[in-house]
Structure formats: structure tokens, C-alpha cells
């Protein structure tokens, strides 16, 4: 995280204090998509904070990964309408088709499979999200073609 | 599918309006042009006078809100407006269709609202998982700003990390200042004591783009459409078991048969219809006899639920309403932040009891335990989180009696491992408290 990027956060506001999140984003998204306590250190060092307090913020929010992820993360949400549309099928689809069970990552830490809360994609159930970006209307039979193309990239 | 009128959705022919220039040439922004012309507290007197009731959930008036925000001159601090675009309660998706397809109608209802409070602080806090969403802000701001339409309002979109709590006013505001995302104790109410302890309106993002049509339309041709107590169209979000399910720009007041039917193409795979939850995961379930309820505030209310924020959830008959239980109390179990003990204690004892239930391991008693720690809850926190747990679980229990008594007297689940929700499962974080089987209902 370079300097200048950490004013320009804490310029957005008031307080200072309110920088904490987003750059907390930034310091996951550079180090491999997890805080690592040096990476919390850094963070913490950048807004005159103690890295306890940083790692407070980090526990509260499930979108800070405090242990390493896959090369690739699926994240299946299997909240009530997305599980009435099948959600189960999916995840058990990618279980397969990743080898790796959910809510783990692969040895060899190429993926990352979870199951999610709600991601407000009712509507277009099953909600998959891979690397925050949303594929919608997934089912059990998409599986196995997405997958394929997570290989190749 | 007759024709309703689009308000929120104006302009858009089904798709979205990206483009500055096209929203302008369209009338885009006049509204900002015509409200700035006029004192904030005609502002606000025309939007009390359309009726413009609060789309997050609790319906409180929007005007009223912005009345509560005290002048600057009798209390001299910055005055901030703070929109909730957190938008994570199960069955809700409107928000983000709003932001993906109006962003300069939800900007230009910012500014609106920023004069109307006198504001020249804008914070929008997004949920984490918005990506897309957050860019099509980020890049439609940059536009407005280049066309100088700010008026020396500094607009700033503050991404979220993953919480529901966050949707909450005063945990969302904890959370904007930097801080873990838990209810504040109130008294003092945001109005007064918000933001960085200053005067704070937070309003949901259909409410501050309906904020604009208001302006477009003016107050008293906004008021003709809907019903009395509930003016104007609202974004329903139908889900669930239903042919077509999509968010639809309806007016209040329409029934839930020609929501369902009509416009939602009625039960997916010619099931039969069970149960609706008509707004959010929150509100009370309804069943198939409650079909021509109106969507409106006060029809909802005396049908024992709630509009909730009008995400509609259609339900058939292949449901268990256990497993169903089960699922919406992990998630209340799993969102709770953990201030207030009833909520943090409550939530994991009723999904407990739930699975006892299901698993055909509970006894008469356990039925009553259930209950009483759902009514232990209501009520006894700083927010309602833990709450919506419980209404939304007693009425399961209310609405299906049977289906849990016959859990009870047979010693298993009547529908044999062939529910809709068999083998559900709960987030991944979750996993590793209860061990990965356990996870599995
Ligand atoms: C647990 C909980 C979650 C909430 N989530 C949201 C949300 O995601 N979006 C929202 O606009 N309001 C949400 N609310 C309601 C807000 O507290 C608040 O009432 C609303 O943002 C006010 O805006 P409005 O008056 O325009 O509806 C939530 C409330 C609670 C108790």
C-alpha cells in the first residue's frame, strides 16, 4: 500500500478513523486476498492505529479473510431462495467438480469453496460468486462448464 | 401484463441509462435544477405532501425525517446525508437494480435530499459484495461531477465488508466512522446525533431515487398513484418458487395475486402455492388463503405481517416450514453482531430447537421452549435483528402448527428427505462451530 494511497483515503473524511475499511480492502486485495498479521501491521501503521484494533475491524466483517484463500474463491449463497432454486445441488456440483469440500481450500490451494449468506440475487437464483463477481441463475448443470473455464484462466 | 407506470424506472425501456447525456436529454436533473430553486423547507413540505414513505423497511416518512434534522443555524455542526445501500435482507434485491439501471436518478435524488437538509456531505455506504454496482456509482459520479452538478456537495460511496448488521441505521453509521458494526443506543435518534455525532438523515436508495420522481412528477401527482397511506409505486423483488421472478416497479396497493400471478407468471412447475413472505426475510409468512391481500402498508399490517422492505418470497408446497426455520434463524444466528445477549443467545438456542425439531429428536416441551425463548428476544435488544428472527419463526409456527406437531408426534420429518430445502446449508463460517455434517439440516 503506498502513501499516497492511504491520504487520498483519509482525505474522503472527516475523521481519519473512517479510512479503516477501505483500506483494509486494498491491503487484502494486494496481499493475495487475505490479511496476514503483517499485512494488519502494515494497515495499522499507515493510519497511526494499533494493529489490534485493525484486527478487531477485520474479525467483524466476513469479507476480511484472515487465513489464506485459493487462487480462485466460490462462493455459492444458499439463503432461502437461492437454496428453493437448488443451491444445494450446486455446491455439491462444485464439491465435485473442485474436489475440495465446501467451507475449505484445496491443498493445493488453487480454490476456495464456501457457502455464503445472502448475496441479493434473489431473483436470479442460484447466486455463485467467483472473486466477488456475481454469475447468476447457476444451476447444478453450469457446474461443470465453469469450472472448466476457472482452469484455464 | 397490463401497463404500470415506471417511476423510479423512467426512461429506461427495460434496460438501464448510463449515459449522462441521455438522462439529461430526457429531463434528467431538473428536478435538482427546480428543488434548488426552492427554500429546503419547501423541499421538505412537498415531500410530506406526497406521502414518500421510507423503503428500508420501517416506512417512516421521509419528509418527517428530514424535518427532524435540525437548521444549521440552530445547530452548527456538518450535516450529513448517509444513504443505505446496504441492501442484505433475504428476498431483497431491489436496491442494487436501481443503482445498475438509474444511477443519475438515485445521484440526482442525493443532491435533492442534500439541499433539503442542508447538507454538503454525501456518504452512500454499499454493501461489500456490490461490485458491479459500485462501479457504475463510482463512474456515474465522476460524470455528474464533471458536469458540475454537484453544487459543492462532496459525494463519497463507502464500501461495506460482509455484514447485515451494517443495514441497520446506527450500526451502519459505528461502521462508516471506522468502527465494528453494532446498534447504538438510542436516544439520541441520527437526526440529531448521527455521523460523527452531527445531524444525520439515512435513507434507503429507492427511497432517495422515488425522491426524484417526486420532483419530476411534483407532490400531488406522485400522491394519485398507490393508495392512501401508501403512495407511489414500489420495486417489489419476487423470488422463490415463482415462474418469473425479477424485481417489477408496481404500485402499492396491487394485490398479491396479480404480483404472483399475473406478473410473476404464478407457482414455478405447476406446484401448488404454500406460503409468501411479502416483505423480506423478516416479515411474518402468509399462506395461500391470505392471496388477495394488498401490497400495501396498512393491508400487510392487518394481514399480520408486514411490507417489510417488499421483497416477496412465493413458497410451495414441496416446503418444509422447519427446514425453512432452520435456515432463516442461521442466518439471523449468523448476522447477530453479538452486543445484545437475548439476540447473540436467543437466535442460536431457536435454530437449536429447530433442528431438534426436524430431526425428530423433540418432545411437546421442546415446541414451548421454543416459543418462549422467541418471546425472551422480542423486544430486548437495541435493535431488531434477534426480533425478525422471532416474528419471522412464531409465525412459521403460528401459520403451520401442524406441520411442527406432526415433526413431533411421528419422530421425523413428514416430508421424507423430499423437501424443497433438504440437505440446505448454512454459510461456511458457520461450518466449522457446528462441524460440516451438523451444517447439513
Ligand atoms: C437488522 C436490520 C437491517 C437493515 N437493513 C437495511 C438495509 O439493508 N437497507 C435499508 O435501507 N434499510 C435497512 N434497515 C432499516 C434501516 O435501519 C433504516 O430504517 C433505513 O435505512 C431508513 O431508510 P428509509 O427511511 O429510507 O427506509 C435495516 C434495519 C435493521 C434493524
Redesign the interface.
Known sequence: MNDAQIQRLRK????P??????A??IAQEQNGGWLSPDTIREVADALELTPAYCL??AS?????RLEPVGRRVVEVC????C??AG??QV?EAFERELEV???STREDGEYTL????????????TVV?ID???RLRVTADDVPGIVKELRGA | MPEHPQIVFAGTDGGAVLDIDRYRAAGGFSALAKTRAMAPDDVIAELEASGLRGRGGAFFPTGRKWAFVPKPEALPK?HYLVVNAD???????KD?EIMLRVPFRFLEGCLIAAHGIQSQ?VFVYI??????EFEILRDSLEAVRKDDLLGGVTV?V???????ICGEETALLE???????QPRTKPPFPAIAGL?AAPTAVNNVESITTVTSVFELGAAEYAKLGVENSTGTRVF?????VAN???YELPHGISMRELVYDIGGGIANGRELKAVIPGG?STSVLTADDIDVKMDFTSLVEAGSSIGSA?V?V?DDR?CMVQ?GI??SQ?YE??S?GKCTPCRVGTKWVTQILEKIEDGRAAQADLDLLLSVCDRIMGKCLCPLGDSDAIAVLSYVDRFREEFQAHIDLGRCPFDGES??????????M??SQG?EA?HV
Open positions: 474522503q473524511y472527516p475523521d478513523l473512517s479510512a479503516v475499511m477501505p483494509l480492502r478487531s475491524i467483524f466483517y466476513d469479507q476480511y444458499t439463503n432461502v431462495p437454496a428453493l443451491a444445494q455446491v469440500t465446501a467451507g464456501g457457502t455464503i449468506e445472502c448475496l441479493g440475487g434473489c431473483g436470479w437464483a460468486a466477488n463477481r456475481h | 456538518p441492501e442484505s435482507e433475504p428476498g431483497s434485491f442494487r456531505h454493501r461489500g459484495e456490490y461490485e458491479r463519497v463507502h464500501r461495506g465488508a460482509g455484514a447485515y461502521s462508516l466512522e471506522g468502527k465494528r458494526g460523527y423483488s419476487l423470488s422463490g418458487d421472478p425479477g424485481n426475510s421483497g418470497i413458497i416446503c425453512l435456515r432463516v442466518f449468523h448476522e453482531c424443497s430445502l433438504e440437505g440446505i446449508l448454512a454459510p461456511s463460517a461450518h466449522a460440516h451444517a
